[in-house]
């Protein structure tokens, strides 16, 4: 695929700037070039180019080039032994809620709407990737200070907050698992869109099980009722992509340095595209929200279950998710918070008893 030179975000600013200021309405995203909003469309920002500058993104052009770039790869078609689990979880808890977005919104508190904020707990709309680097987290591992976070969920007007650690996986999104590096420090990127439609939700690549309560899966929107049994709380899980382009941390969508694996022709494997060689680790958000019963009045703060969407920031200290990497998801394991196997106790673990590199 071609790259846009970084002529197209300034015009498309520019654009922006001037409907804003003549109220001629919204620009298109960069993504759905030309295309209105969707019939029925909820309230509530969308990945668009950015507007501002940020201490990661001086020119504001929506640019974050990374440094060293990754080049001369091409995407791995080999296929290892195989491993049925190849991964770690990265258990984090609740922070914080606010209406900011440092990735769509990087700079302008209260623009966003409501988010529940994971990991570091100093995220705000004015992180960037020395702020968040090295600082406070309620992530298990001292040494995962990336942020997490995704639209906020109600009941009616009263917040509902995921209690505890949430499981988040790092894991293989490729055949060869042994082809899987960290992520490069500062890349960021947003899964999903807070303006998609219902369709486009059941088809988005990451969608797994949808929303589900008691014994109903794969619910497109959140379902109007849960069995009232203290063991039943709404769940979702999403997966994010995992092949990176090599060259941006960041993108004026969010999005497009990220891609999801391919089919390798005639195969069952997946593989990285040529375009975005490089494998990293494929994130999933499993998030588990305390409600049931009935669940009229649940909604999510960017609209409808279909809106779900989620942000992810890296923030790791190199060393340690390195070692998570290369020990779990390379080794071809099935691994916890500290990079231990249940089923391979004799492999041992990657960090002590506090979460911390021995």
């Known amino acids: 695929m071609r790259w846009r030179s970084k002529k197209l975000p300034a015009l498309l600013l520019g654009s922006a700037l001037v409907a804003s200021v003549l109220g001629l309405g919204t620009v298109a995203t960069a993504t759905d070039p030309g295309s209105p909003a969707p019939a029925g469309a909820h309230t509530g920002h969308t990945t668009a ?134 992520f490069p420090k500062g890349l960021r990127f947003v899964v999903g869109d807070p303006m998609q439609t219902a369709d486009e939700f059941r088809r988005h690549r990451g969608f797994v099980e949808g929303w589900e309560c008691g014994d109903s899966f794969f619910n497109v929107d959140i379902p109007a009722s849960c069995p009232s049994r203290p063991d039943v709380q709404l769940n979702i899980r999403m997966q994010a992509p995992s092949c990176w382009d090599g060259k941006y941390l960041d993108t004026p969508d969010h999005k497009s340095h990220m891609a999801y694996p391919v089919v390798k022709p005639g195969t069952n494997d997946n593989m990285c595209p040529a375009s975005h060689p490089v494998a990293l680790p494929m994130i999933e958000f499993k998030m588990a929200f305390p409600v049931n019963g009935d669940m009229s009045r649940v909604r999510l703060a960017s609209g409808r279950g279909y809106s779900f969407h989620y942000d992810f920031f890296n923030a790791w200290e190199e060393r340690t998710l390195k070692a998570l990497v290369d020990h779990c998801i390379v080794g071809g394991f099935q691994c916890d918070a500290r990079g231990y196997d249940l089923y391979h106790p004799e492999r041992g673990s990657v960090l002590n008893a506090d979460y911390r590199l021995p």
């Open 49 to 182: 180019v950015s507007t501002q500058a940020s201490g990661d993104d001086p020119d504001g052009d929506g640019y974050i080039p990374a440094v060293p770039q990754v080049t001369g790869v091409t995407p791995s078609t080999h296929t290892p032994p195989p491993r049925y689990h190849k991964e770690f979880q990265a258990n984090c808890s609740v922070t914080h809620t606010a209406p900011d977005d440092p990735i769509v919104y990087p700079g302008q508190p209260g623009t966003s709407h409501d988010h529940t904020f994971m990991g570091n707990t100093s995220t705000d709309a004015h992180s960037t990737t020395s702020s968040l680097h090295g600082g406070d987290t309620k992530c298990l591992a001292p040494a995962d200070g990336s942020a997490y976070w995704m639209p906020s969920l109600y009941d009616g007007d009263r917040k509902i907050l995921p209690v505890g650690p949430q499981v988040i996986y790092y894991k293989a999104g490729v055949t060869d698992y042994t082809s899987v590096r960290p």
